[in-house]
Nanobody
Framework: QVQLVESGGGLVQPGGSLRLSCVVS????????MAWYRQVPGNQRELVAH???????TYVDSVKGRFTISRDNARSTVYLQMDSLKPEDTAVYYC?????????WGRGTLVTVSS
């Protein structure tokens, strides 16, 4: 069973920073791409950042230049460094991995950007 556990969310002021972490178990982590999604109630879950097993990263336009996704294969962990946070970044952030043809999700971690 593939399991993902996110951490690092919280309350931060606009312009502040947070780093999210996601620890993956139950898979050969280094073989698979990883991603971060976010979701606001009433909205579709949005792909925020994606990183391949070779560490090629892509981002949704709204976070380019502010967010950085990275991975530590030895720790089976993917990170999302979030800088210059804006109120519109407020959402539940979910870690995702696609193993073969199946998607696996963490339970989410809440990020609230507010003064």
């Amino acid at each position: 069973q593939v399991q993902l556990v996110e951490s690092g969310g919280g309350l931060v002021q606009p312009g502040g920073s947070l780093r999210l972490s996601c620890v993956v178990s139950g898979s050969t982590f280094s073989l698979y791409p990883m991603a971060w999604y976010r979701q606001v109630p009433g909205n579709q879950r949005e792909l925020v950042a994606h990183i391949s097993r070779s560490r090629v990263a892509t981002y949704v336009d709204s976070v380019k230049g502010r967010f950085t996704i990275s991975r530590d294969n030895a720790r089976s962990t993917v990170y999302l460094q979030m800088d210059s946070l804006k109120p519109e970044d407020t959402a539940v952030y979910y870690c995702n991995v696609k193993v073969f043809m199946e998607n696996y999700w963490g339970r989410g971690t809440l990020v609230t950007v507010s003064s």
